[in-house]
């Protein structure tokens, strides 16, 4: 019998609540939660039921009850939290973005080589019914060789709304946070771009209110992606290729539906998968099928390509001008 893997929350703020509700749906025993206070450790235990809670992540990581833990601080602690929880032998599910630079990524994926734990990057949408579907139907063909992705992720996102967003400190700005599913979806289509243009319009704090990014690759392909947290855009992405074009509905990266075109613009194929939740089970479920395989990183969302990934940030930044505190 399988050994049922045990998960450790390494923070609870933020989109933790919603992931233990996923947890839950999908029957993914968490084990032990920790934040910096108790009485928030607490709370958070109670409602989701977890029997070992923390004010120190220390104690966390260093549980022998906790098999895998998941970080989802904000984007300025993944670096440190991370190299936590490897170097107490974890196996670590980390939010995205996955750092805020290159170096970062490269130190975690060198300290899980060293510790040979499993460590993938918490791109959510990759494991959902929807994308899993999308997927099968691009590798069969259907729309020949994709050449052009579109992808837009704007939201508007005031400071009042969504002050983290507008913190320098805390990795904010348009990029990191929502500009990472755009182009993780491009690079999960086309793969990393030769060429990168990114264009910004930036706050008075050196963050990005607003990215345009347009990637091409030695095939000929195309990626235009767009960002922004001062508007609200469609949300939406479209994958064109030589035999037709897939239309994802708003939002894209989640659970939605999606329409398949020929050149004739005629209706090839309607998706439209309900699940039960948000759907961030469905990563945890295919972290849980790795390690129990053995494997030390996911073939879907590889190490390699979250490095590659940040390193195209790195890109971005250094052309407009974005910058972080420290």
């Known amino acids: 019998m399988t050994k049922k893997l045990r998960w450790g929350f390494l923070g609870a703020g933020g989109i933790a609540p919603t992931i233990a509700k996923d947890f839950q749906i999908a029957g993914i025993t968490i084990q032990a939660v920790a934040t910096r206070e108790m009485n928030r450790s607490n709370i958070f235990a109670d409602l989701f039921n ?13 549980d022998p009850e906790v098999d895998v833990v998941y970080v989802s601080t904000t984007q300025n602690f993944h670096h440190r939290d991370a190299l936590l929880a490897i170097g107490a032998g974890k196996h670590l599910l980390l939010e995205k973005p996955f750092t805020l630079s290159a170096s970062q990524a490269i130190e975690i994926a060198e300290a899980a080589k060293a510790k040979n734990v499993f460590v993938m990057e918490a791109m959510w949408t990759r494991f959902l019914p929807t994308m899993v579907e999308l997927f099968r139907l691009v590798s069969e063909g259907l729309i020949g060789e994709a050449k052009i992705v579109y992808a837009d992720h704007s939201q508007h996102l005031l400071p009042k709304r969504a002050p983290r967003l507008w913190n320098p400190a805390l990795g904010g700005g348009a990029l990191l946070d929502l500009g990472i599913y755009p182009i993780s979806f491009a690079t999960r289509v086309l793969g990393i771009p030769t060429e990168i243009v990114g ?48 239309e994802i509905d708003r939002p894209f990266y989640e659970q939605t539906s999606f329409t398949v075109f020929n050149l004739e613009n005629e209706v090839l194929n309607r ?17 849980e099928e790795c390690i129990t395989a053995g494997l030390l990183e996911s073939p879907i969302m590889t190490l390699t390509e979250s490095v590659a990934i940040m390193k195209v940030m790195d890109e971005i930044r250094s052309q407009t001008g974005i910058s972080y505190t420290g």
């Open 50 to 62: 977890i029997p070992n809670r923390y004010d120190s992540y220390i104690s966390l990581v260093n």
């Open 271 to 287: 998706y439209e998968g309900k699940i039960e939740g948000r759907g961030m089970h469905y990563q945890a479920l295919h972290v």
């Open 199 to 246: 264009r910004s319009t930036l706050s008075e704090q050196g963050i990005d209110e607003i990215t345009s990014i347009i990637f091409r690759y030695d095939n000929g392909a195309h990626a235009i992606l767009e960002t922004s947290m001062v508007t609200a855009g469609p949300v939406a992405a479209t994958i064109h290729g030589t035999q037709g074009r897939i």
